[in-house]
């Protein structure tokens, strides 16, 4: 049973382009949503995180936008750059002490110059 | 700061073989665990540890064995290699006893079974 529903699993934009790629979750338990981003050959490192009575939060570029009531979250990259290209993985983390995130199956973005 | 260390980058295993992949990290981090990256899969938890004598079971546990006899250590044993453990793994620390502790990643062990 796939918790954490992420789309799309590909996405070419344009540089300067805004990719979004989008997560669902079912389990009301979840209560921190981070994304992690991967480049090839490398581990996957953590860019940003949300809690979810916040509706928005943004890092530099990136920008993560949570509905609490659809149980989705997304993650924006405001004028894509070639050096964004990457896997990103989005998650989901269940109560402190638990320490298991379920992730996303992750998006691999392609900024073309 | 090495942070993670995963040993060996690459292996190519026969079936029915078996090895010990390394992960060490000098973060002095209590939880430690193991995924797999398949493509189209994601990642997946295979096992964690909260602290040095304690172990449990992740999503995809079956065919893997751990042990965390030091804070710094958790090796994952493969008992007998099959061609479905084709995978790159993962191993990944964070601080316990704090919500937003990211978890830091070694850069993987990219493992083939024939």
């Known amino acids: 049973q796939q918790q954490v529903k992420q789309s799309p699993q590909s996405l070419i934009v344009q540089k300067g382009g805004i990719p979004i790629i989008n997560c669902a979750y079912e389990?009301?338990?979840?209560?921190?949503f981070p994304w992690y981003q991967q480049f090839p050959g490398k581990g996957p490192a953590l860019l940003i995180a949300i809690r979810p009575d916040v509706s928005e939060k943004k890092e530099g570029r990136f920008t993560i936008s949570f509905n609490k009531s659809a149980k989705q979250f997304s993650l924006h990259i405001m004028d894509s750059q070639p050096g964004d290209s990457a896997t990103y993985f989005c998650a989901a983390f269940q109560g402190a002490g638990s320490y298991q995130l379920t992730f996303g199956k992750g998006t691999k973005l392609s900024v073309i110059p | 700061n090495a942070g993670v260390t995963q040993t060996p980058k690459f292996q190519v295993l026969k079936t029915g073989q078996s090895m010990t992949l390394q992960c060490a990290q000098d973060?002095?981090?209590?939880?430690m665990s193991w995924y797999r990256q398949d493509p189209g899969m994601g990642l997946r938890l295979i096992h964690y540890?909260?602290?040095?004598?304690?172990?449990d079971q992740g999503e995809v546990p079956n065919g893997y064995n751990v042990s965390r006899s030091t804070t710094e250590d958790f090796p994952l044993r493969l008992l007998s290699a099959a061609p479905s453990q084709t995978s790159v793994y993962f191993c990944?620390?964070?601080?316990?006893?704090?919500?937003?502790?990211?978890?830091?990643f070694g850069n993987g062990t990219r493992l083939t079974v024939t």
């Open positions: 540890s909260v602290g040095a004598g304690i172990t």
């Open positions: 990944a620390s964070t601080r316990s006893g704090k919500l937003e502790s990211p978890l830091h």
């Open positions: 389990n009301t338990a979840f209560d921190y």
């Open positions: 973060m002095n981090h209590e939880y």
